[in-house]
């Protein structure tokens, strides 16, 4: 369970949350999109196709607003290697959230065998990488504009 003061709710996401998702994305900046989607639009079939291929989690408010979403994978194929995708809406960055969620994934990850956590994110995604700072030490590998970050999982505090 997430232990967040500003989160009141972190659950799984299904198909029916669409309405939660679509309100999230269009409450995020094109920035903020782009940082984490490489695009500014998110469409439905985009974010099923997310949801049916890994774990998701939506985080909501004490309102039952949507404040996060976070979802990790098995999408490199790498035996004990999980992927993390995650993003907060730009009101609420800066404040924990995401790392407490990423902590709160690596820990659900180690728990089902993973020994590396790994984000592929763009080089200049500067709130994601300082994340990942608080998740422990790290490999960084570049390739022009984006970076995979591997975070073994047993490094983490």
């Known amino acids: 369970m997430l232990n967040h003061p500003g989160v009141h709710l972190t659950r799984p996401a299904r198909a029916a949350d669409w309405h939660l998702i679509d309100a999230f994305h269009r409450n995020c ?6 940082r984490r989607w490489s695009r500014t639009r998110i469409t439905r079939r985009h974010a099923e ?12 408010d004490s309102a039952g607003c949507p404040l996060a979403l976070t979802s990790t994978g098995w ?3 790498e035996s004990g290697v999980i992927d993390l995708a995650l993003q907060v809406a730009d009101a609420h960055q800066g404040r924990g959230i995401g790392t407490a969620l990423a902590r709160h994934v690596a820990d659900h990850a180690h728990r089902r065998g993973a020994h590396t956590l790994t984000v592929h994110t763009d080089a200049a995604n500067t709130p994601m990488l300082r994340l990942l700072r608080h998740l422990g030490p790290s490999r960084h590998v570049r390739d022009g504009t984006r970076i995979d970050v591997r975070v073994p999982l047993g490094a983490a505090p």
């Open 29 to 34: 900046s094109p920035e903020n999109l782009l």
């Open 49 to 60: 196709s997310l949801l049916e291929h890994s774990s998701c989690w939506i985080s909501l």
């Open 75 to 77: 999408i490199s194929q």
